[in-house]
């Protein structure tokens, strides 16, 4: 199977721009959907942006859309969030995780089986 490590997390101030990145080593070929999640202390862990890689197709949740954009390099494996106009509500653990592509809500952590460690994003006002 395929295993996750992100990088990228940091800290910067409203309105600023950071890109996480996700490793996948291993088995890549068993995973085709990959989608980033957030979990801020005492909240649920919600869906961000997911890509299906074999056709590029995306989806993001409300909140991110038109200021965060998923990407996937091929050659190198790599997915990527570009997190731009970034807000103090956007401070979360962030998480890649991959599985097979599904119908229904790509949004959906419960449909994804495999994680990364996360990576820390903090938005200070």
């Not at 731009?84 to 592509?101: F, I, K, M, Q």
């Not at 089986?113 to 996360?118: A, E, H, L, M, S």
Request: net charge negative; proline share 2%.
């Amino acid at each position: 199977q395929v295993q996750l490590a992100e990088s990228g997390g940091g800290s910067v101030q409203a309105g600023g721009s950071l890109r996480l990145s996700c490793d996948a080593s291993g088995d890549t070929s068993s995973s085709n959907l990959y989608g980033w999640f957030r979990q801020a202390p005492g909240k649920e862990r919600e869906g961000v942006a997911a890509i299906y890689t074999g056709t590029g197709s995306t989806m993001y949740a409300d909140s991110v859309e038109g200021r965060f954009t998923i990407s996937q390099d091929k050659a190198t494996n790599t997915i990527y969030l570009q997190m731009n106009s970034l807000e103090p509500e956007d401070t979360a653990t962030y998480y890649c995780a991959a599985d097979r592509v599904f119908g229904g809500d790509w949004l959906n952590p419960a449909h994804f089986g495999i994680w990364g460690q996360g990576t820390q994003v903090t938005v200070s006002s």
